[in-house]
């Protein structure tokens, strides 16, 4: 018997196995194509207020990215005369308050209402401040919240450095109630703004930032005296002597990689050097030396293995040089 003989016979393609071959996956290119494209147009809608605005008022999944693409062009080098929009930052008020009173839930949602705050925040005008406050009340959502407190702290500082009048009481009342959420990172994001928006020895805002001091959660505790020290109140030295103590974590072996001990690493340089930028703030504010303790500890730094760290304390022990003796 001849190979021919073996082979099967030939027949021509079933219309099922052409659909398989060709048209599936040309189906799913179009899809990754207009999936790419969709991001694209959005990555690139301009410096367009009312191409945000349409694109926002869209009941769709794709919402959130042009909101997190409005507040990247608000930080952006052109993003000046968007920040003094009234009227964007109204519609923008409004979509977020729409959202809010829509009932949904859902993730995309709720990143749509977070970018939309963020977006708010970066203007300088106070037009945009009464949405951010109606979202900080509403402690149920906590990621929302949050945002709008951290949001309030960056447009006050905007407002007052476009020649605009700073926080009224209102604000810090909303803050100071935020702070008393159950939610650890609400509790730390109004702390730190309490610092921006707050006045030394204002009442509520000041007693709520003392509290705070003996907090039991270590980012709120260190972002209250922070606070504390933009404010020029001695009563942050302690927790700031505690923040500079932090002992630095062994370094892994150059052959193992050891991501906890990386974080742990990382984070206690942020928190030492936030305790040096907290002490500059309060030299600023009082004029005045620091403890012994404190110079000791200073002093302990200037050799610590983090360069930044080393780095930092060369400036504070600089700026503590310039002081002049008061009298």
């Given at each position: 018997m001849s190979p021919d003989h073996l082979l099967p016979p030939v027949e021509p393609p079933s219309a099922g196995f052409l659909v398989q071959l060709f048209l599936v996956p040309g189906l799913i290119v179009a899809i990754i194509v207009g999936v790419w494209l969709t991001f694209h147009w959005l990555a690139h809608l301009g410096q367009d207020p009312q191409a945000y605005v349409r694109t926002l008022r869209r009941d769709n999944e794709g919402r959130w990215q042009a909101a997190l693409n409005l507040a990247n062009d608000l930080r952006g080098p052109g993003g000046a005369a968007l920040k003094s929009d009234t009227t964007l930052a109204g519609e923008l008020g409004r979509i977020l308050a729409d959202e809010s009173k829509s009932g949904r839930t859902g993730e995309q949602s709720q990143m749509l209402r977070v970018y939309l705050c963020r977006a708010l925040g970066e203007f300088t005008i106070p037009e945009a401040l009464a949405p951010l406050l109606e979202r900080a009340k509403d402690t149920t959502q906590p990621q929302v919240a949050r945002a709008a407190i951290e949001a309030i702290a960056v447009l006050s500082t905007n407002v007052v450095a476009a020649g605009g009048s700073p926080s009224g009481v209102n604000v810090a009342d909303a803050v100071v109630a935020a702070s008393g959420s159950e939610d650890a990172?609400?509790?730390?994001?109004?702390?730190?703004?309490?610092?921006?928006?707050?006045?030394?020895?204002s009442g509520p805002a000041d007693d709520r930032l003392h509290a705070l001091l003996a907090d039991a959660n270590d980012d709120v505790r260190y972002n209250a005296a922070l606070?504390?020290?933009?404010?020029?109140?001695?009563?942050?030295?302690?927790?700031?002597?505690?923040?500079?103590?932090?002992?630095?974590?062994?370094?892994?072996?150059?052959?193992?990689?050891?991501?906890?001990?990386?974080?742990?690493?990382?984070k206690r340089a942020l928190v030492v050097l936030n305790a040096l930028r907290g002490l500059a703030l309060l030299v600023d504010a009082t004029h005045s030396p620091l403890p012994e303790g404190i110079l000791a500890k200073l002093k302990s730094l200037a050799e610590d293995p983090v360069s930044d760290v080393r780095a930092g304390v060369t400036a504070l022990e600089a700026k503590l040089a310039r002081l002049t003796p008061a009298g």
């Open positions: 990172g609400l509790r730390s994001a109004a702390a730190f703004t309490l610092g921006v928006v707050g006045q030394k020895g606070a504390l020290a933009r404010l020029g109140d001695g009563a942050s030295l302690d927790t700031l002597e505690e923040m500079l103590s932090l002992p630095d974590e062994p370094a892994p072996k150059p052959d193992a990689r050891d991501d906890v001990a990386q974080s742990k690493r990382y």
